[in-house]
């Protein structure tokens, strides 16, 4: 988006799973992104509302990051919980594209293990009923393997899993037991995310010309759930100068989305739509909409599994994207009945035509303008998804959220078992090690 001037730029740092540390995220972040001419500067957070958070600034760029902190909103899950769904996702589910191979080798792996094992037994069966004696099954050999694999072994496994998985299987699941927990992340963000638009300069103006979310592994589908759940508190917050309010680029996005959905089998303009992101901010921005994320940046993220992890079966998903309960990108067209039938409604593709209500000397007033819809934040809010080619928590995500969404897609440097084996490269996105993936990060932040 438009490099920053006069003004800062804010940056919204989310974490991913694991038993995180306040600002061991952010910290190693910008410690490894920024210059070593840039000095970083370590400040209050007074917006997070934890002591244990705090605001990084560099010296030679007009850039403040923020970390949203949501690991102690969220619970270890019981090693049911934990179990079932693994399980669930490993054997009931079908999985995605991405990971399709990978879990067809597991399944066959586990099923040949259990094959193997029940055969030993069932051998050690009939030589007990043929000569009269039992080997295997009841060797002090496998009661000593038996017995350090129960204790030792598997606790150590429960315990690592559920530190690490289980903020996926609480946060991934709406059952009962976890919408407290799922609810007090999002409230959090939100409640950062609102203070941050509303925080102003010496003179009373916005502090921040915009904000860019950058969400890591679990942490982009929280970024995804607040920027879904943000836009209903802004789309209505116009004050634009003159009536009627001019809107020339969201009648051009309107028109490029109309025009890509009934032309599917060309391919997607996307550098087109995304230069018509940039400047529907911009324009969004000109009507005095206070509204300032303009970048979201996910960095392997599990998104690119769509229904696998967020839904019951692809059915379910693509319901929840035509009742605008999951907003794409580019946004999914909003739908009329006409003559009894639904039909696609392109005059209204990803906006309404309503009234602005102003408060004039306690005169109210209604002025006619065009609203954008609430599922439609990505006609101008850039997503940009970066992953490594072997890890598998990450992928391309226009299968499930859109083909206006630029991937970046990266080989991992280092040793072998870095470069190529599963999700061995999740945590290194900003490691020194991994530059190239660095540059992609910083085109995107400065």
């Not at 009923?129 to 099954?137: I, N, P, Q, R, S």
């Not at 324009?283 to 960095?299: G, R, T, Y």
Request: proline share 4%.
């Amino acid at each position: 988006m438009e490099k920053p001037t006069s003004k800062k730029q804010a940056v919204i740092i989310i974490h991913g799973i694991g038993n995180q540390y306040p600002m061991e995220t952010a910290k190693e972040f910008v410690e490894n992104i920024k210059e070593d001419s840039d000095i970083l500067y370590s400040s209050p957070d007074r917006e997070a509302n934890y002591f244990e958070t705090r605001r990084l600034s560099l010296s030679q760029k007009k850039t403040d990051f923020y970390e949203f902190y949501w690991a102690n909103l969220i619970s270890e899950p019981k090693l049911s919980e934990l179990y079932f769904w693994v399980l669930k996702l490993l054997f009931c589910k079908k999985p995605s594209s991405r990971v399709q191979l990978l879990v067809w080798s597991i399944r066959i792996l586990t099923l040949s293990l259990l094959f193997t094992f029940g055969y030993i037994v069932f051998i050690d069966i009939q030589n007990f009923e043929k000569e009269g004696y039992l080997t295997f099954t009841h060797s002090g050999i496998f009661a000593l393997v038996s017995f350090v694999l129960l204790k030792f072994i598997v606790p150590i496994i429960n315990s690592k899993a559920a530190q690490t998985v289980g903020d996926a299987v609480k946060y991934l699941t709406p059952s009962p037991q976890n919408i407290e927990s799922r609810y007090k992340i999002r409230k959090k963000g939100i409640q950062l995310l609102t203070k941050l638009h509303e925080k102003t300069d010496e003179d009373g103006q916005p502090l921040y010309q915009r904000i860019i979310i950058v969400g890591h592994s679990l942490g982009s589908v929280v970024a995804y759930d607040l920027i879904t759940n943000l836009w209903h508190e802004y789309m209505y917050e116009y004050h634009p100068d003159e009536f009627p309010a001019a809107q020339p680029i969201l009648e051009e996005m309107t028109a490029l989305i109309n025009q890509s959905h009934q032309q599917k089998e060309q391919t997607f303009p996307i550098e087109q739509f995304r230069e018509l992101q940039k400047k529907l901010f911009k324009e969004i921005k000109k009507l005095k909409n206070p509204w300032l994320i303009s970048d979201f940046i996910s960095i392997g993220s599990p998104l690119c599994h769509g229904n696998y992890i967020l839904t019951k079966n692809f059915e379910e998903f693509d319901k929840k994207t035509n009742y605008r309960e999951y907003p794409l990108c580019p946004p999914k067209i909003e739908v009329k009945k006409e003559k009894n039938a639904i039909v696609k409604d392109y005059d209204n593709a990803i906006s309404f035509s309503a009234n602005l209500v102003l408060n004039n000397k306690g005169i109210r007033d209604k002025k006619p303008m065009r609203f954008i819809n609430h599922n439609s934040q990505f006609s101008f809010i850039q997503w940009t998804n970066i992953y490594f080619q072997n890890d598998f928590v990450g992928g391309e995500l226009n299968e499930f959220f859109g083909k206006g969404i630029q991937n970046v897609a990266l080989k991992a440097n280092g040793n072998w078992i870095k470069r190529n084996l599963p999700f061995f490269s999740h945590t290194n996105y900003w490691s020194k090690s991994q530059q190239h993936s660095i540059d992609e990060i910083l085109k995107q932040i400065f």
